[in-house]
Antibody
């Protein structure tokens, strides 16, 4: 069974940092792109970043470029999101999702339950 | 970034109704669109990818059409469990972008 479990969320002050983790199991992690998506309270979904299988390609939404870094450790079946210089508008539930794989299609077919990040003083 | 304009933002419908939700892309994106369903407090669920391919396990009352800039999600006969918020997502290029969402409510 495919499982994605996020952790690392919490309350942080503006300007602070937080590192989110996503532990993957039930599939061959190293052959899939992986993605982070966030959802501010009461708002819609926002795509944040994704990373290629070997970590050699990373993409970000403009609003987090230079502040967030996506990474992965295929030996640990884990995805990460390092978030620096956090702002109030980064407050959201952060989901990790499995992305493109051997099928060749870009699709987010499995999602974690999400972890809440609150940026507030 | 490509903009995905989704409409309507909300709709009221009854069980058994046919429901149509549309997304318009700000440029041509071939058929690189997925549709997702989200219920309150839950993670989104993939319904359709590549504009019209039904994800495994998704009921056949869901269907998707479109290519280029205009895309449609149709629920042929709304069921009680279908009341949720629906999002389109373009995966033509990065950054990927979601539509604003359509909340389907009980009439």
């Amino acid at each position: 069974e495919v499982q994605l479990v996020e952790s690392g969320g919490g309350l942080v002050q503006p300007g602070g940092s937080l590192r989110l983790s996503c532990a993957a199991s039930g599939f061959t992690f190293s052959i899939y792109w992986m993605t982070w998506v966030r959802q501010a309270p009461g708002k819609g979904l926002e795509w944040v970043a994704n990373i290629k299988q070997d970590g050699g390609e990373k993409n970000y939404v403009d609003s987090v470029k230079g502040r967030f870094t996506i990474s992965r450790d295929n030996a640990k079946n884990s995805l990460y999101l390092q978030m620096n210089s956090l702002r109030a508008e980064d407050t959201a539930v952060y989901f990790c999702a499995r992305d493109a794989g051997p099928s060749g299609y870009d699709l987010l077919d499995y999602w974690g339950q999400g972890t809440l990040v609150t940026v507030s003083s | 970034a490509i903009q995905m304009t989704q409409s309507p933002s909300s709709l009221s419908a009854s069980v058994g109704d046919r429901v149509t939700i549309t997304c318009r892309a700000s440029q041509g994106i071939r058929n690189d669109v997925g549709w997702y369903q989200q219920k309150p407090g839950k993670a989104p669920k993939l319904l359709i990818y590549a504009a019209s391919t039904l994800q495994s396990g998704v009921p056949s009352r869901f269907s998707g059409t479109g290519s280029g800039t205009d895309f449609t999600l149709t629920i042929s006969s709304l069921q009680p469990e279908d009341f949720a918020t629906y999002y389109c997502l373009q995966d033509y290029n990065s950054p990927r972008t979601f539509g604003q969402g359509t909340k389907v409510e009980i009439k």
